[in-house]
């Protein structure tokens, strides 16, 4: 138990620590937020609207069908605002440190009980590793995201419009095959539809929409 605590606390300091190099230390975040040239004048308009606390999208439609909406997408300019009305009294005071301390040591702890859940393969450095960090599986989600973000961006809603019809059809074919498969199986020399013969006689109630009124 002593070494599940220190392994847990150990992985929350370093997670910690490198959140903080990260963001306040190291340049790898700066191109991801930048400051705006007029911050004032934007900020005094964002008040002369009088919004409320929210997620703001520009640009904005309620129908997909709008003609407006794709000329107003391409002609930018395209962001989020995300507002706080009443403001902050300190954005990292000493309680959102602790929070956020109190989530790393969570996230190490989950982490070393799933490791624990490894058996043999727990007791290897890389195993642990290549569990932990996912490299496997996150360089196929990489691979899949990257893919999905290019038909996204060069062929628009019309690009997932026609994606997802593909695996409407993909789905519908593949239960077909799969159903078929199976009745195949559970028929024998009979076939599929003798493997349906059998589960109606063996299973007469799994066939009913609606059951009895004794049941």
């Not at 605590?5 to 990260?22: D, E, S």
Request: proline fraction near 5%; charged fraction near 10%.
């Amino acid at each position: 138990m002593g070494r599940i605590i220190a392994a847990t606390l150990a992985g929350a300091v370093i997670y910690f620590v490198w959140g903080m190099l990260a963001w306040m230390v190291l340049p790898i975040h700066g191109p991801t937020v930048s400051a705006l040239p007029a911050e004032a004048a934007i900020r005094d308009a964002m008040i002369a609207q009088n919004l409320e606390s929210g997620v703001y999208i520009v640009p904005f439609t309620e129908e997909m069908a709008d003609p407006t909406f794709n000329e107003r997408n391409q002609a930018g300019p395209i962001f989020n605002i995300f507002l706080r009305k009443e403001g902050l009294t300190s954005p990292m005071g000493p309680a959102k440190i602790a929070i956020g301390f109190l989530l790393d040591v969570l996230a190490a702890g989950l982490a070393v009980g799933l490791i624990l859940c490894l058996g043999p393969c727990g007791n290897s450095f890389g195993c642990r590793v290549g569990f932990v960090t996912g490299l496997g599986v996150f360089t196929g989600m990489a691979m899949l995201a990257g893919f999905a973000l290019l038909y996204s961006l060069y062929g628009g809603l019309k690009a997932v419009a026609l994606t997802d019809i593909i695996q409407v059809v993909i789905l519908i074919l593949g239960g077909f095959a799969i159903t078929i498969l199976v009745l195949s199986m559970v028929g024998g020399s009979a076939g599929a539809m003798g493997g349906l013969s059998t589960l109606m006689s063996e299973l007469p109630g799994h066939f009913e929409m609606i059951l009895d009124r004794d049941h």
